[in-house]
């Protein structure tokens, strides 16, 4: 007896030992129910041949968990289904009236609650699913011990002390199959929900990671990730631009060794270096092929124990905004000759004019022997003079008239005074126009001063072997000007101050011309730059938008 009670108890488990098995993946939750009802009355068939009977009609029967459990976890269906098969295998082992009674008298009691509890059980938190199948399990527990007590001390018994332990063993046994039942199932449920969350967590994880990844590679800055050695493991779009050639596969993986082997500063005094030797962050200036940026280096820490875990570095390019307020400084440079000629123009030109009237005069009473003398200082008032005609023209921000021309006309005209100018020098000279040149906005006076004051820079960078070319090309929105020369070139470091008021590389030079130029240029909404190298000559390019057109 003690085999078959024990066997039952095995055979009471199995339906959770199957169901943990089987729900192993989240996509099984919908037919869960299904399997939990189905397997329920499979041992309900099973445990029907192992069903004790006393010698007095005590029946030890552990059909009714599964009739809970199912009924719990397979819903409403599961509950009627088991029900009718829990009824259909109880009426045939039962031959007494009194028998088929307590029968009803238990469903009666046990099944309204029990289908009450089952339409609300799978909403209910852990904590309150457990307390339900104890309270529902009650029922049960409490018809097996009283029904059992009252056989007994009604009847006599050969062995009174057997059949009570008997009882309280099955009282045991119901209530553990009971509750380790409900609570195996559970853990299956949390096991399943667990992963589910997970699933979630990762989805929701990766879906930031690459949100991330997309903010980083679309931002206008460039960002560089590097492990806590200083080797490089992400890189975004915007540093692979400045760092072209190299390609992502090629930097990926290298220290910072090989990141910074192009600049000057050594390695180990990289703000990279200085975060690996304990500084938390580090803001420093870096000018890197031809580009200036403003970088951000700090330390990525690990949590909680704020151990370093990698470097996070970040770069601006500010190199237009180092050319803004260099653009600003020059405006402000021009702001303050523009002060400076507005209020000394009079008062120089009037003296100027009396000395030079009373030096005529002088001359012409003079010697000859020092008539050489007289026309120095008349050359030298003259010289000054001009000085402060192109004080004037710098300084005048003035709108200027202009109307529809062809910058060929302009050539054309200015051409034979700088072919003359060439001549004297000994210097060739050279134009080269293009064809169907498309009429611009121009103002032919300030145009023709231009071409002259470039031309005439030109010639005096060379020497009396020197070939001056004048070029037009006619691109799409612009039309450039080019005026070329063979002479000794100027520095990177020369290019950068050519336009600024004062500043010259020539010995007699005033620092006017070019930004006399500059002013024109910007008067008819152009721009000009300088291409130069040491010994290779010069070339001034001066673009004009055309008519209609958004060239910048």
């Known amino acids: 007896m003690w085999k078959d009670t024990l066997l039952q108890i095995l055979i009471a488990l199995l339906p959770v030992f199957l169901f943990m098995i089987w729900y ?17 009355g499979i041992t309900m068939l099973l445990t029907f041949e192992y069903t ?3 010698e007095h009609g005590q029946t030890f029967d552990l059909r009714s968990v599964m009739l809970l459990i199912g009924s719990l976890y397979g819903g409403i269906p599961a509950a009627a289904m088991l029900t009718v098969l829990y009824i259909a295998l109880r009426i045939p082992q039962y031959d007494e009236l009194l028998q088929y009674a307590k029968l009803g008298v238990f469903l009666l009691a046990f099944l309204p609650v029990l ?4 339409a609300s059980f799978r909403q209910r938190e852990y904590s309150e699913r457990m307390k339900q199948v104890l309270t529902l399990s009650f029922i049960p527990f409490a018809f097996f011990i009283v029904s ?4 007994l001390a009604t009847r006599e018994s050969t062995n009174l002390h057997y059949n009570i332990m008997m009882v309280v063993f099955y009282a045991g046994a119901y209530l553990f199959v009971t509750y380790g039942t409900a609570h195996l199932a559970e853990l299956t449920y949390e096991r399943v929900r667990m992963q589910t969350q997970l699933r979630v967590v990762s989805q929701k994880y990766l879906n930031e990671m690459h949100r991330l990844q997309q903010l980083i590679d ?4 460039s960002v560089a990730v590097f492990d806590s050695n200083g080797v490089l493991t992400r890189i975004n779009e915007e540093a692979l631009k400045h760092l072209h050639p190299l390609t992502r596969k090629e930097l990926i993986g290298k220290d910072i060794a090989a990141i910074y082997a192009t600049r000057d500063k050594p390695v180990d005094e990289t703000p990279i270096a200085r975060i690996m030797q304990g ?14 940026y403003y970088t951000v280096t700090c330390r990525i820490a690990e949590l909680p124990s704020d151990r370093l875990e990698g470097i996070l570095h970040v770069g601006q390019d500010i190199t237009e905004l180092e050319r803004l307020k260099d653009e600003v400084g020059r405006m402000e440079r021009l702001s303050l000759v523009g002060q400076m000629a507005a209020s000394i123009t009079h008062e120089i030109r009037n003296p100027m004019a009396v000395i030079r009237g009373f030096v005529q005069l002088l001359s012409k009473r003079g010697n000859a022997d020092q008539e050489s003398y007289f026309r120095i ?16 023209s710098l300084a005048q921000n003035r709108i200027v008239e202009k109307e529809p021309g062809n910058l060929h006309d302009l050539l054309n005209d200015v051409i034979p005074l700088i072919w003359a100018d ?3 020098r000994g210097q060739l000279f050279e134009a080269k126009l293009c064809d169907n040149m498309e009429p611009l906005e121009l103002n032919g006076k300030e145009i023709k001063q231009l071409i002259l004051n470039l031309a005439r820079n030109g010639m005096e960078a060379m020497n009396d072997k020197g070939v001056l070319r004048i070029e037009t090309i006619n691109l799409q929105d612009v039309v450039q000007l080019r005026v070329i020369d063979s002479g000794i070139g100027i520095s990177k470091e020369k290019q950068e101050r050519l336009f600024e008021p004062f500043y010259t590389t020539k010995a007699s030079g005033t620092g006017l011309g070019l930004s006399l130029c500059l002013s024109i240029v910007e008067r008819h909404n152009g721009k000009i730059h300088v291409e130069s190298a040491l010994g290779q000559g010069t070339t001034i390019i001066v673009s004009f938008c055309k008519p209609g057109r958004k060239c910048w």
């Open 24 to 40: 192993d993946r989240p996509e099984r939750t919908r037919y869960a129910p299904l399997f939990m009802s189905v397997a329920c």
């Open 52 to 54: 004790e009977i006393g």
């Open 115 to 118: 289908f009450a509890r089952t």
């Open 148 to 151: 059992n007590i009252a056989i």
């Open 218 to 221: 679309h931002t206008p800055l």
């Open 279 to 292: 500084e938390e962050k580090v803001t420093d200036i870096v000018r890197f092929r031809g580009r200036t």
């Open 377 to 392: 200082i008349l050359d030298e008032l003259d010289r000054a003079n001009a000085i402060i005609n192109d004080f004037l």
């Open 422 to 424: 060439a001549n004297m």
